[in-house]
């Protein structure tokens, strides 16, 4: 294996674990939210264990999030917030992370908005049974939540 393709380690402790340098995983994480890369792949082409690299993913994945929903709500834009589009094709843990980051954005929105998280829940899976198939579903979503539950 190439020595470039694995993550400069930065420091290594009494108990043998390694600290990464941030900017190696910062590539790393990187290059697995590139479309059609897989965790696991790029986990073993680095030498790192793929659940540690998979978290890494998740947590980049949620700060962003947090920065959108942040942004937009102090600019009034009222847009879900998707980081991640679910794949075409199922691929292990994608589905996974990006369905993450779409709950989180939409908790955060929650929050961002002034709502409990949990109220807004319940109002939405109480609506969706009672919707047409092909009805939009924007005034469900938190920001539009918030001016029917002030009404």
């Not at 965790?39 to 998740?58: D, I, M, P, Q, Y």
């Not at 998280?117 to 919707?131: D, E, G, I, K, N």
């Amino acid at each position: 294996m190439d020595e470039v393709q694995k993550l400069a380690v930065r420091l290594v402790g009494r108990n043998g674990r390694r600290r990464f340098d941030q900017s190696s995983k910062d590539r790393l994480v990187a290059a697995c939210l590139e479309p059609g890369a897989t965790v696991s792949k790029l986990a073993r082409e680095h030498g790192v264990n793929a659940n540690l690299v998979g978290e890494a993913v998740t947590e980049q994945l949620h700060i962003e999030v947090k920065a959108k929903v942040l942004q937009n709500v102090r600019t009034g834009i009222n847009t879900p917030v998707v980081i991640a589009p679910m794949p075409t094709q199922p691929m292990p843990g994608s589905i996974a992370t990006a369905a993450s980051a779409i709950i989180y954005s939409l908790m955060l929105t929650c929050r961002a908005c002034g709502i409990e998280p949990l109220t807004w829940l319940r109002h939405v899976l109480t609506q969706l049974p009672q919707r047409a198939d092909n009805a939009a579903i924007t005034e469900l979503l938190p920001f539009n939540f918030a001016k029917i539950a002030a009404a």
